[in-house]
């Protein structure tokens, strides 16, 4: 079998094809892996967020047992209705 200009041309190209699709696929993939982390980078700093609000609203429940009126009733106020709005979502 003689090989020919044309022949390698051909397959050079088709070659070149298969390299440019594997690589768009794996670009697509990576993409999706990348996703895949920072959703769950979201998810943890959402959890960390809720138990540090947790622990804000103990200590403003506290500062209210020992007589701290004012701002601090308007805070847990605001947290409470937060906290709820959040678990209703």
Excluded at 10 to 36: D, T
Excluded at 63 to 81: F, M
Aim: glycine residues 8%; charged residues 20%.
């Amino acid at each position: 079998m003689l090989l020919t200009g044309d022949m390698i041309v051909g397959a050079a190209a088709v070659v070149s094809a298969l390299i440019a699709i594997f690589g768009i696929i794996f670009a697509v993939y990576r993409w999706y892996l990348a996703q895949n982390r920072q959703d769950e980078d979201i998810k943890s700093l959402k959890d960390e967020q809720t138990l540090l609000t947790y622990g804000v609203l103990a200590c403003l429940k506290g500062l209210s047992e020992q007589g701290c009126n004012g701002p601090v009733s308007e805070a847990i106020g605001k947290i409470e209705q937060h906290l709820n709005e959040r678990a209703h979502e």
